[in-house]
């Protein structure tokens, strides 16, 4: 993995509170978590996003496959 110096200005208090909460961990440390928790959010969101299409129809809905409740019903069965 590559670094990359970053050079910001951020809430001082926030900081304050980060670096209380992981007293262990430098300044880079906290970033990096930071930004992979603002990215793994991000992806949460996305996929909670794809999700939604599944509301769209109902699931004893029928199509050309049959529905889906019935495919459930079906499995739960054998």
């Known amino acids: 993995m590559s670094r990359v110096r970053v050079s910001t200005t951020v809430d001082g208090d926030l900081l ?16 990096d978590e930071a930004l992979g928790a603002l990215v793994a959010r991000h992806r949460a969101s996305e996929i909670d996003a794809a999700y939604l299409a599944y509301e769209e129809f109902p699931i004893d809905a029928s199509d050309e496959w ?5 495919f459930r019903a079906a499995a739960a069965s054998s």
């Open 66 to 70: 049959g529905s889906l409740a019935a």
């Open 16 to 31: 304050d509170t980060a670096r209380r909460l992981r007293s262990t961990a430098n300044d880079a440390t906290l970033l």
